[in-house]
């Protein structure tokens, strides 16, 4: 999945929760995303999906910082 967007009509009712749980369930396995600094909503929303995901501070090689997300669906 190169980007994931809930439109904003749909936020804030559960729909992309739901989605994402849903397209993660149907491919079990080490999942992981990252999330750019500057979109503070999306890691806010990211963290309320998945409040078990590993997570951690990077800079790429490009130079900008993301916070990596990372988990294992069984």
Request: aromatic fraction near 10%; glycine fraction near 10%; charge should be positive.
């Amino acid at each position: 999945v190169e980007e994931f967007f809930v439109i904003h009509g749909a936020r804030r009712r559960g729909i992309g929760v739901a989605a994402v749980h849903a397209l993660v369930a149907l491919h079990p396995g080490a999942w992981t995303l990252t999330v750019r600094f500057e979109s503070p909503a999306a890691l806010q929303f990211w963290r309320r999906a998945l409040p078990g995901a590993d997570e951690c501070v990077e800079v790429g090689t490009d130079g900008i910082r993301r916070t990596r997300l990372s988990w294992i669906v069984p």
